[in-house]
């Protein structure tokens, strides 16, 4: 009797998980997630999580919205999910990061004109660093001797970070390689003007399903499970696969010729 009650339970428990619709939320950041021209959310990670969400057996809908708000969101509600949250130290212990789903390393880009003597990150001091305010790089550039009051400009959206740049009221801007030529496009400018200047790898650069704390470990560890299955069973490298075609119709090669879609570091 003992047993069946217990199976009975199991079964319940799953039906549950199974009837729960997550809410998997994000920024509108080409081209891992974005609107496309029919209006509807396209996209590499939107079909990863398509593809985990399936594998898992789950229920989920997907928004767009403002970066703030998608945090927002994540903190405050329990079936809510971020599908490509910069990992890093200060948030491991806000929120459960159940595992990574891209490698993007980050830049510093400046003008082709100009030239730059940069060894290591000290030597950008020497030069007007920009970001985005709020963001981690934000508030690495702080942590590793950058300032505002001398070397540190934090622009409150993309379209003034580089229209600085290109009217040299900037040197360089710190981003990763996959999303500037949009965002360039964008601001009405040349990408073709722009280039790497120093590749920042020891910031931290795994993009991750990240969830509310209170979600229930049984979904946690179901997506979890069906994240590490479909890169095992090559249907994540498949999607990686598909969005190189997509990559090249939506951005100058130049930019993105030393960016490499490949599974994300320490999965295994």
Same mark, same amino acid.
């Given at each position: 009797?003992?047993?069946?009650? #217990?199976?009975?339970?199991?079964?319940?428990?799953?039906? /549950?998980?199974?009837?729960?619709? #997550?809410?998997?939320? $994000?920024?509108?950041?080409?081209?891992?997630?974005?609107?496309? /021209?029919?209006?509807? !959310?396209?996209?590499?990670?939107?079909?990863?999580?398509?593809?985990?969400?399936?594998?898992?057996?789950?229920? $989920?809908?997907?928004?767009?919205?403002?970066?703030? *708000?998608?945090? +927002?969101?994540?903190? +405050?509600?329990?079936?809510?999910?971020?599908? /490509?949250?910069?990992?890093?130290?200060?948030?491991?212990?806000? =929120?459960?990061?159940?595992? $990574?789903?891209?490698?993007?390393?980050?830049?510093? =880009?400046?003008?082709?004109?100009?030239?730059?003597?940069?060894?290591? #990150?000290?030597?950008?001091?020497?030069? *007007?660093?920009?970001? !985005?305010?709020?963001?981690?790089?934000?508030?690495?550039?702080?942590?590793?001797? =950058?300032?505002?009051?001398?070397?540190?400009?934090?622009?409150?959206?993309?379209?003034?970070?580089?229209?600085?740049?290109?009217?040299?009221?900037?040197?360089?801007?710190?981003?990763?390689? @996959?999303? !500037?030529?949009?965002?360039?496009?964008? /601001?009405?400018?040349?990408?073709?003007?722009?280039?790497?200047?120093?590749?920042?790898?020891?910031?931290?650069?795994?993009?991750?399903?990240?969830?509310?704390?209170? @979600?229930?470990?049984? !979904?946690?560890?179901?997506?979890?499970?069906?994240?590490?299955?479909?890169?095992?069973?090559?249907?994540?490298?498949?999607?990686?696969?598909?969005?190189?075609?997509?990559?090249?119709? @939506?951005?100058?090669?130049? #930019?993105?010729?030393?960016?490499?879609?490949?599974?994300?570091?320490?999965? =295994?």
């Amino acid at each position: 009797m003992k047993k069946w009650w #217990l199976l009975i339970v199991g079964l319940s428990m799953c039906a /549950s998980l199974q009837a729960q619709t #997550l809410r998997f939320v $994000a920024e509108d950041l080409p081209p891992y997630h974005y609107h496309n /021209s029919s209006g509807k !959310i396209d996209g590499m990670l939107v079909d990863v999580v398509k593809a985990v969400v399936d594998a898992a057996n789950l229920q $989920a809908e997907i928004e767009l919205m403002p970066m703030a *708000r998608a945090v +927002h969101e994540l903190s +405050h509600n329990s079936n809510t999910l971020m599908f /490509s949250l910069l990992k890093t130290h200060d948030r491991e212990g806000d =929120f459960k990061f159940l595992g $990574a789903t891209f490698h993007a390393t980050a830049y510093l =880009f400046g003008l082709k004109a100009k030239t730059f003597a940069l060894n290591n #990150l000290e030597d950008a001091q020497n030069y *007007r660093v920009s970001t !985005i305010r709020g963001y981690h790089s934000a508030r690495y550039l702080l942590e590793n001797g =950058f300032s505002e009051e001398e070397n540190l400009v934090l622009a409150t959206e993309f379209h003034s970070l580089w229209q600085m740049l290109y009217l040299q009221r900037t040197d360089l801007v710190m981003t990763n390689a @996959l999303t !500037i030529d949009k965002e360039i496009r964008d /601001s009405g400018l040349d990408p073709s003007l722009v280039e790497e200047k120093f590749a920042v790898h020891d910031f931290p650069s795994e993009l991750h399903i990240a969830a509310n704390k209170k @979600l229930p470990l049984e !979904i946690a560890t179901a997506l979890t499970v069906a994240l590490k299955s479909i890169k095992k069973n090559g249907e994540y490298e498949a999607i990686l696969k598909k969005m190189e075609t997509r990559i090249t119709s @939506l951005y100058d090669v130049n #930019l993105i010729n030393n960016i490499q879609l490949t599974l994300p570091h320490g999965q =295994f």
